[in-house]
């Protein structure tokens, strides 16, 4: 069974890696073409060693994290096989076994939560966060808006997950 995230907080989240992306290029222009006459590959072989030092500290993880956001933002959501649950995050996926977990919950702020045993027998959770919209009313007219529009689809699929384990809990 696969559960997505809704369309809009996939969007959002790739939104995010195209920010990202286009300021670490913002980046690379800024620091290897100081006249703004346009980034060209001459601007690389002209540099110095040291500007392509600092350029490559600062810009190529904002380049990955940016590059990576947007490719993982389709499969944001959560994965389940018969031997495990995978959780699929921005940047990683969390994968559990099915027989640890103990339940799903959702926290008072809207986040949503799998809760399960470690080999120690220690109780962990892992953040859901297709399913896990912030309700607190900072976010003021949009966040009610980004909230009531995605809430639907977050109850379904979180009502879904916490069903299918329940089926597959043993005792």
């Known amino acids: 069974m696969k559960l997505r995230g809704d ?4 969007c959002i989240h790739a939104l995010l890696g ?7 290029l913002m980046m690379v222009s800024s620091g290897l073409d100081p006249e703004k ?4 590959l001459e601007h690389l072989v002209r540099a110095s060693w040291d500007d392509l030092i600092a350029v490559a500290v600062v810009t190529v993880p904002l380049l990955a994290t940016g590059v990576l956001t947007m490719a993982r933002a389709a499969f944001m959501g959560v994965t389940c096989t018969e031997a495990e649950v995978k959780v699929h995050k921005v940047l990683w996926t969390r994968r559990l076994p099915v027989e640890k977990i103990i339940k799903v919950g959702r926290t008072s702020s809207g986040k949503v939560d799998l809760w399960w ?7 962990r959770r892992t953040r859901i966060p297709a399913f896990s919209v912030d ?12 909230l009531e529009s995605v809430e639907p689809h977050n109850k379904q699929c979180v009502g879904r997950l916490r069903q299918w384990i329940d089926e597959r809990r043993p005792g």
């Open 18 to 24: 195209l920010f990202l992306l286009t300021f670490g």
């Open 135 to 146: 309700r607190s009313p900072r976010y003021g007219r949009v966040g009610k808006l980004l």
């Open 37 to 40: 006459e346009g980034l060209r």
């Open 7 to 10: 369309w809009i907080v996939r």
């Open 117 to 123: 045993k470690d080999e120690k027998s220690r109780t």
